[in-house]
């Protein structure tokens, strides 16, 4: 029984062969010839040359160019894992020695707001209780009012001298208590209308609100660079355990029926996305900076408003006395400048100061180290040894209603032929193994392009004949013969090509294909005679 399968423009992520799954005993496939015991076997191989026919002896010598092969690729693997892995810890420690510094410099903007906090509830209490105390007084004045006015008879007896005098002078000292009680019942109200609740209060809201929205921010970027982290680790840690079982594999003469590069790519994506997240914080933090800067010259500048207001009714009504009481801190707020004290709370250096002991003075903490930290740039993640080609080709969607995609396409060493509908995608909309794969030319369809079956035992007792069958192109024939070369040959190589990881921007590529114009040049080596030869024998 057979099956076929046709790409279509929904095919479904990475094929069952991808999966980078560590594989079972029974599923890894016998090879003829070991990369461990490659060398020892090339003398033997020579001396049974002598004697043999042509077709055994070719036998032969393509037996030991396989194990050349692939021990050659087991050593690309594992330089391919040891310069990665140097990287990897080398950006582990930068993104480490940034987070630190930038954590620290979160919580002494959290002990900022939440000290502006203590200052405006202190501030508040300070109002409400000289609105109760204005209040009480106002209570006490009336209460002590006991000199009743003149009455009717009283006040026509005004016209004989000396009469009514001395309840008069009590009278005019009863008036004189009520309108004292009555302006500082007046200030009372003011002082909870005005200066708490259209003044200080609405300003600590609108404070706290900001505050707030900062510091909810900050603390989801740090959520999701968290993740982003643990998922990085989680792929590198993954990525490890496949490169260790490497040698095993070599001395056991099996294979993985997995595609290391797979692992690699999907390890430094994640790592390109931990570096993006660490910029996206830095980023952030500078300008939490500058918005500290700017709510803390707002919030000293109202308070010296309401304050100023607060001090000139207060003098206004007092004014009788010989001074006036207040407490040195609120004449002190009202003479700060608003520019240079939201300077000073903002600062880098305050901000990262370590507090002093007796025995140790207070360490600087220039805002140049900040600055250095946050600005230091991660190098790239190293070449991939894995890739011997990757570039775009066009390839055929559809059953019924037949159109041609642009994709881009990388071409392992592990012989696997990967499809990403764009660069960036984190999975390969199909892949391939080609050593199970036979090519022809598909003139009907095109004179440059061709088609790549795959034809594989599955099922319950391998019963089932499954196929898969993709179509191909490139803009011109000497193009498609080039890739065509690659897609042949297990030891055609290519320069290496790295994998791009670049802070600053925001859609990093991993493994990205050179552009177009680029990726599909005709090299004069693709099209020389031997190239020509190999699409011939198709």
Aim: proline letters at 5%; hydrophobic letters at 35%; a neutral charge.
């Amino acid at each position: 029984m057979e099956s076929e399968y046709v790409d279509e423009e929904d095919d479904q992520v990475a094929s069952p062969s991808t999966d980078l799954a560590t594989t079972d005993s029974d599923d890894i496939k016998n090879d003829s010839t070991s990369p461990a015991s490659s060398s020892s076997d090339v003398s033997g191989a020579v001396a049974r040359l002598a004697g043999t026919s042509i077709s055994e002896q070719q036998s032969i010598v393509d037996s030991i160019k396989e194990s050349k092969r692939l021990e050659m690729l087991l050593q690309d693997k594992k330089a391919s894992f040891q310069a990665l892995q140097a990287w990897e810890e080398h950006r582990r420690n930068q993104c480490s020695s940034q987070r630190d510094l930038l954590d620290v410099l979160f919580l002494a903007i959290q002990a900022r707001f939440n000290a502006a906090r203590e200052l405006h509830g202190s501030i508040v209490r300070y109002l409400k209780d000289r609105a109760h105390v204005e209040l009480s007084y106002s209570k006490a004045m009336n209460e002590s009012r006991k000199h009743l006015p003149l009455s009717r008879m009283e006040k026509d007896e005004k016209a004989i001298p000396g009469a009514g005098t001395l309840k008069e002078g009590l009278a005019s000292l009863n008036s004189l208590h009520e309108r004292i009680a009555g302006e500082h019942a007046e200030f009372s109200a003011e002082i909870t209308k005005e200066f708490l609740g259209n003044g200080i209060s609405a300003m600590a809201a609108e404070y706290s609100k900001h505050a707030d929205t900062f510091i909810d921010k900050t603390v989801s970027l740090i959520k999701e660079m968290e993740s982003a982290s643990s998922k990085c680790r989680k792929h590198f840690s993954a990525h490890e355990t496949f490169c260790r079982d490497l040698d095993a594999l070599a001395l056991a003469n099996k294979q993985m029926k997995t595609d290391l590069w797979l692992s690699e790519r999907k390890f430094v994506k994640s790592a390109v996305e931990v570096v993006r997240q660490h910029k996206v914080y830095s980023d952030h933090m500078m300008n939490l900076l500058a918005e500290l800067r700017r709510l803390e010259e707002w919030r000293i500048t109202n308070v010296q408003t309401i304050l100023s207001r607060f001090l000139e009714r207060s003098e206004a009504l007092y004014q009788h006395m010989s001074g006036v009481h207040l407490p040195d801190a609120v004449r002190g707020l009202t003479k700060i400048n608003a520019a240079t004290e939201a300077k000073l709370l903002s600062d880098p250096d305050n901000l990262l100061r370590k507090p002093s002991t007796p025995d140790q003075p207070p360490a600087p903490a220039p805002s140049s180290m900040l600055q250095t930290v946050v600005n230091a740039v991660i190098a790239a993640a190293p070449s991939s040894r894995l890739v011997t080609r990757e570039g775009e080709l066009e390839r055929q969607t559809g059953k019924v209603l037949k159109s041609w995609k642009t994709s881009s396409f990388v071409l392992t060493k592990d012989r696997y032929l990967h499809c990403f509908k764009a660069a960036n995608d984190p999975e390969p909309t199909w892949s391939v193994n080609l050593s199970d794969c036979t090519f022809q030319f598909e003139p009907l369809v095109g004179e440059t392009a061709i088609s790549i079956v795959e034809e594989k035992k599955g099922g319950p007792f391998n019963m089932f004949n499954k196929k898969r069958r993709f179509i191909l192109r490139a803009p011109t024939q000497e193009q498609m013969v080039d890739w065509l070369v690659y897609l042949k040959s297990p030891v055609a190589t290519e320069t290496p090509r790295p994998l791009c990881i670049d802070a600053t921007n925001d859609t990093a590529a991993v493994g990205a294909p050179p552009s177009r114009s680029q990726s599909m040049a005709p090299s004069h080596e693709a099209v020389t005679q031997p190239a020509k030869r190999a699409a011939s024998t198709l």
